[in-house]
């Protein structure tokens, strides 16, 4: 069955008209108007009505109504007029449930038959006026704190204008689930229920709601498992989402309401609740392109020909080149007039896209498309190829093609001239490794949604990478079989690398490509014999590799000689990298070899690449 | 005694070399090196020491060494081995005391036997070289968490080359204190201590020590107390900052240094160990000053005008005029060449400092050079008075008169016309209620510190303002009498009032001047007769109001009539209060009237505010 989508205003930024016009642009249904979002607006009450009603947009609740239940006169006796008052609000805003979440004062009685006589002579004064009450279980109410409680209280109450209120998050924070409920509640008695994911972290309650609340999907609560319960028990009204999240309210109020919308059709889809488009199966990374002119292209192919690359095709129709070192595909797009020129003109050389092979292009352009992410197409010549492709969250292009694993022909063959000798690719590299992108603080949540709503990619743990000039938070995704591995770095200082890069791009990107090699000191010796920019790596450093892995001083001087550094994982897994120096200051290569299973990015070497980076003067 | 006054490289951003300048340029005397920092340092660890040598800083101790103890083998060897290794280093490096915190790895053998053997070895192979070795309980540490546990181990270990290392966040953290450490604990036996304060969260104790940790004054743990406790059992070491901080990371390291050893120094002063000029009297504020130019003077002049201020006095030998209403002063500095009009150069009409009343402002002077705090002295003409000032932390300055009320002379008498009738003051203001100043982020703590450290004003709980595009948080400081209260906005948000203001002033500053009043609704109500231009208040906000006081309407209308906003606290203090709209999108006014020892802010109004605020084009 269908169930209408709905947002709270509070989890969306600016006047009450401006998160009304984002709930109605993302395609939301319904709305909760959050009391502090009415009393800041300078229209009356009627006026939110009709700007609603002018968006399609139907009240589904007025909420919070807070501290009510269990006070001692003469507070429960004000608290009834207090509610009179918002049943007038109610009345004109044209809102029928109003939200009552459980009592947080001290002074609360411990005596859930008082709630319940308090709750039904509310419920009793409501319904006379054709209104009703949700009763809901703050999880950290002086009294009532688990759903459970809430209902007995609710069924002790026993009135038709009564009935439970359920939040994701208030249930899950405290490890608590829906076991039950299907047998305890009739569906009728549901009258709303609240979605909210939430990193796990071990503050309290109250805290971990007011800031660090997420859209389903975005953190780790078991949301899927609440929605399955939720509709067990033949809950029928809006599944609607109710986030308070510092970074959220700071954000322009569409992405984030596309963001809602776009998890609650995910979330449905958890649970077998709405039809898409299957998960793609991924298989890698064929290209990343860069945006150039000619005189960076020529740099840049400079730079490349240090490790191995090679001018191996030129596109039959653009100014579009491709390089080449074995699998790993670079193209050079210095065409005018062009998504890639449109970003050189602003940003300068850097990268403009990058290219997934996927099982069926196709099909995740129609997932992309219910999942309301924009889906692009570029301009093509005749007898090319139109490859299809995304926008990330950053605006940075995501090409699909499909896997040529499968048989299916690979875009070089048609839309390129190619070397003679390159047809079939020559030099070391295996191919892509990773590809690091760099985002603006705020933008994490919308890309996690986005890449695991989209590819299925579930998020790897987070990382602290200590930058000299601050911290840089690095979040991993990567395919199931490894051959897509995607690292996301965001940093809240301007000061670190990733900050300085996003203030220069004013905005984001991929700033760091990895590719992968079976042999990282043969092939770090050859790029060092061509003159790489490599990174130099301190002494100090191979002396506390040294200690810490009790490596023998012949294999340490080896990766020393090299610029390599070393990491090893708890199961023996081994990783051999080496960076180059960034180009012009924008982003920068590495050379990696993984053995033995190491499936990480070797977080623990992150500082002292990044403070050896720091010690080259800017454009080196 | 004299006690070393120390830092850990880590509290500073930068390279090694940036922070052991930062820290020599503050007045350290010596540092902890932080393994990190010296693993990513291009130089050896000989150069390293040079460069301490050179600046005059002794290393008091390398750290940490982590994960030793009770380790089964094969992991036991190996860490010995390590420890060689690091012996090595520190040899290189010239530092003698090695930081060994406590073990937790899971596979940590719960065995103080072992912890002790394995320590003791450690000792005897560290003895031998002539280094020595302290041990720490970390607050997470798998068995070993607490200092008596520590102690335990350190006493069965029984070598002399070992010893206790304790850290204040370690034990406060986790509630416990030093209580019986003199009886336990010989003083030759505390081999190292470390300092840091927290804000209490209810975070655990590693997310809470990794990222929140602050400088001694900033933050809410008892460290005066601990230190007390240090000093009682006969520690005759370092005194050494050791601070995780995102914020720090991300800041000029010479900023970072200086609040460093200020708060050593006040912390000192808690305990009696330092002799500073005492604390001074404060008595609210004698004048804010604003920078302008002509023209802004005339348009700043016509609003003061509605809100019944007259221009009431010029100086004799500046383009500066005294604007007066009753005992609020406001001074427009127009003067050429002056830090007024540097400041004005920059960044247009603004605040360019306050006068603060004080018992002896040569005193505080004092105070403020023994607390590194910059004192500042404007050119006078000839017979004119040199009023005393200090640097607040974003450049602020800060003037500091005597009292009036002690008998003094007041500015306006000497370097002032004044008009005929303003000589003793006329109007209906009291006075200046607050000031408040936006700051820009990571900008808290040096400012807690200053007040805290310089006047002795004690911070105020933290509230959370929902600006409409984001979240401003904000905490006042008040002296115990009430007659200057100092609030301190900070937004992460660049979208918010706050953030764009502290944006557009590529800085911060005082941007909301409030005056007090008897009669809130009589000075209002002569205002709006006279044009001024007040904030509108949406109706919602009454019929809220009404809701949550019980107000009755006579008295919702009349307040809404004036564009008042109320606020009531839990004794039935109350506060109405009107706000200006904003002069040129720099500074707002606004008008309050407290009763019945109310103390706050009307922070519950923040929101509507704030929102009325940001309906008005910019500008207006």
């Not at 449930?97 to 002074?107: D, F, I």
């Not at 703050?138 to 688990?146: D, F, P, Q, V």
């Not at 979330?267 to 199966?281: D, F, H, I, R």
Request: charged share 25%; net charge negative; proline share 5%.
């Amino acid at each position: 069955m269908h169930h209408k989508r709905s947002i709270a205003t509070v989890c969306l930024s600016g006047s009450l008209p401006d998160k009304l016009e984002a709930a109605a642009a993302a395609g939301f249904e319904a709305v909760e108007i959050f009391e502090n979002d009415l009393l800041t607006f300078e229209g009356s009450a009627r006026e939110a009505r009709r700007l609603c009603a002018d968006l399609g947009l139907e009240i589904a609740i007025f909420q919070p109504f807070r501290d009510f239940e269990a006070m001692p006169e003469p507070q429960r006796a004000r608290n009834l007029d207090r509610a009179e008052r918002k049943f007038d609000t109610m009345q004109a805003l044209g809102a029928e449930l109003l939200l009552v979440c459980s009592n947080v004062q001290a002074a609360a009685l411990p005596e859930p038959a008082r709630a319940a006589a308090d709750l039904r002579e509310m419920a009793e004064r409501a319904g006379r006026r054709g209104l009703r009450i949700g009763y809901e279980a703050l999880a950290w109410g002086t009294h009532t704190n688990r759903w459970r409680q809430a209902w007995d209280i609710v069924q002790q109450a026993d009135h038709p204008a009564l009935g439970l209120i359920l939040d994701s998050f208030h249930t899950l924070c405290l490890g608590d689930d829906l076991a039950g409920l299907a047998q305890a509640v009739p569906a009728e008695k549901l009258f709303f229920v609240q979605f909210a994911d939430a990193p796990r972290l071990t503050l309290d309650p109250l805290s971990w709601s007011r800031h660090f609340r997420s859209f389903p999907g975005q953190g780790e609560l078991p949301v899927a498992g609440f929605l399955r319960d939720i509709l067990a028990a033949g809950y029928c009204g809006p599944l609607s989402l109710e986030v308070f999240n510092d970074e959220f309210r700071a954000a322009p109020s569409r992405r984030i309401a596309r963001d809602g919308l776009r998890s609650l059709i995910w979330l449905e889809e958890q649970v077998g609740n709405a039809a898409l488009p299957a998960m793609p199966k991924l298989s890698g990374i064929e290209f990343v392109e860069f945006a150039v002119d000619h005189a960076a292209r020529a740099e840049l192919g400079a730079m490349l020909g240090t490790m191995g690359f090679r001018h191996a095709g030129t596109h039959r129709s653009k100014d579009v080149e491709l390089w080449r070192n074995g699998g790993a595909n670079l193209v050079l797009n210095a065409e005018p007039d062009s998504a890639a020129s449109e970003r050189f003109q602003q940003l300068g050389p850097s990268v403009c896209a990058m290219a997934f092979r996927v099982d069926d292009p196709a099909r995740l352009v129609a997932r992309a498309e219910a999942l309301l992410c924009p889906v692009w197409r570029e301009r093509t010549g005749e007898g090319e190829r139109r490859i299809p492709a995304l926008r990330a969250p950053d605006g940075t292009l995501i090409y699909l093609v499909e896997n040529p694993e499968g048989g299916a022909r690979r875009i070089w063959e048609d839309d390129f001239h190619l070397e003679e000798a390159e047809a079939t690719g020559s030099g070391g590299l295996l191919g892509m490794d990773h590809a690091a992108q760099a985002l603006a603080p705020g933008m994490m949540d919308s890309f996690v949604l986005f890449y695991r709503a989209l590819f299925g990619l579930e998020p790897d743990t987070p990382w602290e990478l200590p930058d000299p000039y601050g911290l840089v938070r690095s979040r991993a995704f990567a395919s199931g079989d490894g051959s897509l591995r995607l690292p996301l770095n965001v940093s809240e200082s301007t000061r670190t690398g990733t900050g300085r890069f996003v203030s220069a791009f004013a905005g984001a990107g991929v700033h760091h490509i990895a590719f992968a090699t079976p042999d990282a000191e043969a092939t770090v010796a050859a790029a060092a014999a061509r003159g790489a920019p490599l990174l130099d790596i301190p002494s100090n450093y191979y002396e506390d590799l040294g200690a810490r892995f009790g490596l023998e001083d012949a294999e340490l001087n080896a990766l020393a000689r090299q610029h390599l550094l070393y990491d090893r994982d708890a199961q023996g897994g081994t990783f051999r990298h080496a960076y180059t120096r960034a180009f012009r200051d924008r982003f920068f290569f590495e050379i990696v070899e993984r053995a033995g299973g190491y499936a990480g990015f070797g977080a623990a070497n992150a500082a002292v690449r990044m403070a050896a980076q720091r010690r080259l003067p800017r454009g080196d």
